[in-house]
């Protein structure tokens, strides 16, 4: 995948978050072809630690965790690129983090559940852009309950605060995931291919930061978008 036949758009945050699920690493990127998501990536609101939450007790080895525990609960999400808000989605309650591998076990097998439920119960909360070229459309899900800025028609701009990151739908802890579509509906849409303009990486096992003009984040990288 090029720079060139990808969707190019600014990271919808500020601060450090780290990648994962990054097409980068794999296409299709969640390892299903479905909703739209086949070059999705998800991003989780980090420190330079690589700790997506401070805090460590006997709930993070059994058991489930708050989501304000998390760095990500509830920081601002921000439009990757100018367009009109399409499609707004909310309603569904932010669940409870899970660290603990006990923890993940019933999650894990409510999987197909969720699924079936469809869209709304896999993306949670969630705010869709048609891009000014009117050929792709880019998706936020897992957003915080009650947390939308946006209605369906509102113009948007590129950094506009437009929610606030939740964990809604089908997730285990804090996070954004974007996705860019060839159609409102994900239901019917195939993924398209996307990339990122300047920010700094920081690469797993790498201590210093390159400089990225145009890219996709690599898998459990760092991003934070420069100024």
């Not at 758009?9 to 990054?22: C, H």
């Not at 899970?98 to 197909?112: D, F, I, N």
Request: net charge positive; charged share 25%.
């Amino acid at each position: 995948m090029s720079a060139d036949t990808a969707t190019v758009l600014s990271l919808p945050f500020t601060g450090m978050w780290m990648a994962q699920n990054s097409p980068a690493r794999r296409v299709p990127s969640h390892g299903v072809d479905l909703f739209g998501e086949r070059y999705a990536i998800d991003f989780v609101a980090v420190d330079r630690r690589r700790r997506s939450a401070e805090r460590r007790d006997w709930r993070t080895l059994v058991s489930t965790e708050p989501a304000e525990r998390f760095r990500g609960f509830g920081r601002s999400i921000l439009a990757p690129a100018d367009g009109v808000i399409v499609d707004v989605h909310d309603g569904e309650a932010d669940h409870e983090g899970r660290r603990s591998q006990l923890a993940l076990v019933p999650y894990a097998l409510g999987q197909a559940s969720r699924l079936r439920q469809g869209h709304h119960a896999v993306a949670g909360n969630s705010v869709t852009i048609a891009l000014q070229d009117g050929r792709a459309f880019v998706s936020l899900a897992h957003l915080r309950l009650g947390s939308i800025r946006v209605a369906v028609g509102d113009a948007v701009t590129t950094g506009q605060p437009i929610a606030a990151c939740g964990n809604s739908g089908n997730s285990t802890e804090p996070h954004v995931h974007l996705q860019v579509m060839d159609r409102i509906d994900p239901t019917h849409a195939e993924g398209l291919p996307l990339a990122f303009r300047s920010f700094r990486e920081w690469r797993l096992r790498s201590g210093r930061p390159y400089k990225v003009e145009t890219g996709i984040p690599g898998e459990r990288s760092i991003v934070e978008p420069l100024a």
